[in-house]
C-alpha cells in the first residue's frame, strides 16, 4: 500500500502565504505524477497543480503567477507554496499521486486532505 500524509493547512489572513508538504510512502517504485487538487464546500474537486517525474508541471488558471509546485524526489515528497492566498482559495487540499508500485501495479492514490481557509 502507500500512504500519503499532507500538513501545513491553516488559517491565514488574504494576502497572506501557507506552505503545504505531502510525503509519500509504502510500496513505491516510482512516482509519476505528485500534485494537489482542492475542493471547496458545494463544488467538485479540482486540480490546483502537479509536477510529473520529468519535471514538467500544471497549473489551475486561477493559481497562476500565485503558487509554486515543487518535488523531492529523494524524500519522496511535494509541496505547494501558495502565496497571495485569497478567499477564494479557501478549501480542503489533497494530495494525489500516480505510482507505480513495487508489485509493479499502477495506482492512484490520495491524502486525506488539509484544511486551507483563507480570512481576516
Known amino acids: 500500500q502507500v500512504q500519503l500524509v499532507e500538513s501545513g493547512g491553516g488559517l491565514v489572513q488574504p494576502g497572506g502565504s501557507l506552505r503545504l508538504s505531502c510525503a509519500a510512502s509504502g510500496s513505491i517504485f516510482s512516482i509519476v505524477d505528485m500534485g494537489w487538487y482542492r475542493q471547496a464546500p458545494g463544488k467538485q474537486r479540482e486540480l490546483v497543480a502537479s509536477?510529473?517525474?520529468?519535471?514538467?508541471?500544471k497549473y489551475a488558471d486561477s493559481v497562476k503567477g500565485r503558487f509554486t509546485i515543487s518535488r523531492d524526489n529523494a524524500k519522496i515528497a511535494v509541496y505547494l507554496q501558495m502565496n497571495s492566498l485569497n478567499s477564494e482559495d479557501t478549501a480542503v487540499y489533497y494530495c494525489?499521486?500516480?505510482?507505480?508500485?513495487?508489485?509493479?501495479?499502477?495506482?492512484?492514490?490520495w491524502g486525506k486532505g488539509t484544511q486551507v481557509t483563507v480570512s481576516s
Open positions: 494525489n499521486a500516480r505510482v507505480y508500485t513495487a508489485y509493479r501495479k499502477w495506482g492512484d492514490y
Open positions: 509536477k510529473n517525474s520529468g519535471g514538467g508541471t
